[in-house]
């Protein structure tokens, strides 16, 4: 179990140890893991077991997780242990390795004939003991004249021979006549047998209603099985598992999370925790995100769970999958680890997009929608990507020139709206979209103007607002009711008035209006704020402030976080001041 104390710090306390296993080794075991740091966070061990029951105590450290540590402890001590065991029986003379419900069923079958043989041994029973009686009230109710017989013969095979040819009697009959004492030729006794009698016909009755119906043998089984348990069922002290997960995997010693994973131009790739980055006011100058060379910049940033898979999308049309864990975790000024150390890249292939899909099993309705830079459309259903292997899987053929710009997972009923370079976008409903395979290139979702390209692209319902942000900083919400849908293709309309003073489009999205963004500068420089805090205008407009840039710097991508809440920065820090 584990408790939590008056200070707020939890401790885990053991009941209860596995059989065989000596409590006095666990605990030498875990103080040797503490002090090797194999298992960090725990701050003292203490047996407290006494005559009441055994109490063995680990305290754990304010800061540490108390589960994640019993899970170490569950795969590093005896404090969990398994044991295996070989399903081979002999099924009808032949051995086989069989499974748990194999067992199960072959021990009903068993059961059912058991059951059957033992009914029908009883009935068999009970048929000869009532052919005897019905024998004896034969005699009973001709009691003088079966004296006479038995006096007047010589022998008993010559009594026993008169009394069948008389009463139409068997041998059996006969014999049990003949054996019968005197005392049983009172009144009281012939009671005794009527009464055997008709209780034996009932029992036959009842035996052979059993015989004929299957249910009642089951039934039978079952009353008999819950008589065993009454008897002597305890609670079970062990689980029954089959399979692989009788071992820990490394999942279970990971707490799970809201992490950020940020992938720079040069494919450094890290994992932070999203409270590193406290919301500001619109217009602040952010904190430094991440550490970038000169001519490196922060490229990709994903908001997800140390659980959840991410899908890494390459610039040759493949994809690759990680679980959030895997990806290393630093520091905010850390430059990261080199995504070709966790991922078998091609030479020349690099990371053109990352995703995050929240479910392990994929749903046969989602689709992965991809967007590239030509403005060329397609979707695929997610469960083709159920098993991705190592050294990745093709995700769709790219023509020559083009790259991905946008991946996301959609229902199949969506409406999608395309952003464009030169401020322009489109809408249009998903199902215009024909579900492709894996190796197809797309159809086309934009037309695009002389030196424009695709930004951004988002799944997008009228409930919603479009969300924009220019490469000078500059962004702006807008319902997406002035966005109308039109047909997949056309050249689109104006989302955002471009100049000087804004630059060109840097991405679209859209948002519900209570979430987080960061935004990220191609100088590493992250700013976190809610979308609440940018003023809502009109599709045409060119926005308000959102993020003060240095001299040189372009805003190249942002992404939308869960919200956090928490104190925002005073008032006089709020325009100057590095929160």
Do not use: C, W
């Not at 009941?15 to 040797?32: D, L």
């Not at 099924?91 to 069923?105: F, H, M, T, Y």
């Not at 040069?266 to 550490?291: H, N, P, W």
């Not at 905010?332 to 995050?356: C, F, H, M, S, Y």
């Amino acid at each position: 179990e584990i408790e939590t104390t008056k200070s707020g710090r939890e401790r885990i306390v053991v009941t209860e140890f596995p059989y065989m296993v000596n409590k006095t080794k666990v605990h030498e075991h875990i103080v040797r893991l503490a002090q090797e740091k194999r298992v960090e966070g725990i701050t003292a061990v203490r047996d407290e077991s006494s005559r009441e029951g055994v109490r063995f105590v680990i305290e754990v450290r304010r800061d540490a997780s108390a589960n994640v540590i019993l899970n170490n402890l569950f795969k590093l001590t005896q404090l969990q242990t398994n044991f295996s065991f070989n399903m081979l029986a002999i099924e009808k003379g032949v051995p086989k390795i069989l499974s748990l419900r194999q067992i199960l069923a072959d021990y009903i079958a068993h059961q059912k004939e058991v059951v059957v043989r033992r009914t029908q041994f009883d009935k068999d029973k009970a048929e000869a003991r009532a052919h005897i009686l019905e024998g004896l009230l034969i005699a009973l109710d001709h009691l003088d004249e079966v004296i006479a017989i038995i006096r007047n013969s010589q022998t008993d095979s010559e009594a026993q021979a008169e009394l069948m040819a008389r009463f139409e009697l068997t041998e059996r009959q006969s014999q049990a006549i003949l054996d019968m004492r005197l005392r049983r030729l009172t009144g009281l006794e012939r009671d005794k047998i009527q009464n055997e009698y008709n209780d034996l016909l009932a029992l036959i009755a009842d035996l052979a209603d059993i015989l004929a119906k299957p249910g009642r043998v089951i039934a039978i089984i079952k009353e008999e099985l819950d008589e065993s348990k009454r008897k002597f069922g305890d609670a079970r002290r062990t689980e029954l598992m089959v399979g692989e997960v009788v071992s820990l995997e490394d999942e279970d010693l990971i707490e799970e999370e809201d992490v950020v994973i940020t992938l720079s131009n040069k494919g450094y790739i890290k994992r932070l925790a999203q409270d590193e980055f406290r919301s500001q006011k619109r217009g602040g100058r952010g904190v430094q995100g991440t550490g970038v060379n000169d001519d490196d910049f922060v490229r990709d940033i994903v908001s997800t769970s140390t659980h959840d898979h991410l899908y890494f999308m390459t610039n040759k049309g493949r994809v690759y999958r990680l679980k959030g864990y895997e990806i290393p975790e630093y520091g905010r000024t850390a430059k990261g680890l080199p995504i070709v150390n966790l991922l078998k890249l091609d030479e020349g292939e690099t990371i053109q997009t990352v995703i995050n899909a929240k479910s392990d099993e994929a749903s046969e309705n989602n689709h992965l929608v991809f967007v590239t830079r030509q403005g060329l459309v397609k979707r695929t259903k997610e469960a083709e990507f159920k098993n991705i292997r190592q050294n990745g899987l093709i995700a769709l053929k790219l023509r020559e020139g083009d790259e991905l710009i946008n991946v996301f997972l959609t229902t199949g009923n969506e409406e999608i709206i395309i952003g464009t370079k030169f401020g322009y976008s489109v809408r249009f409903k998903e199902n215009t979209i024909r579900s492709m395979s894996r190796m197809a290139a797309g159809v086309k979702g934009v037309t695009l103007r002389d030196g424009d390209q695709v930004v951004g692209a988002a799944a997008i319902t009228d409930d919603q607002e479009v969300l924009i942000i220019s490469e000078k900083g500059y962004g702006k919400r807008t319902s997406a009711t002035e966005y109308p849908t039109k047909g997949r293709g056309g050249k689109g309309i104006k989302t955002v008035n471009i100049t000087d003073k804004n630059g060109h489009l840097a991405g679209i999205a859209t948002v519900s209006g209570n979430e987080d963004i960061m935004v990220m500068t191609d100088t590493g420089v992250i700013i976190r704020t809610a979308v609440d805090n940018i003023s809502q205008t009109g599709r045409v407009t060119q926005g308000v402030k959102v993020m003060r840039l240095d001299n040189s710097a372009r805003i190249v991508t942002f992404a939308l976080v869960e919200p956090e809440e928490v104190v925002k920065a005073p008032e006089a820090d709020q325009e100057s001041g590095d929160n």
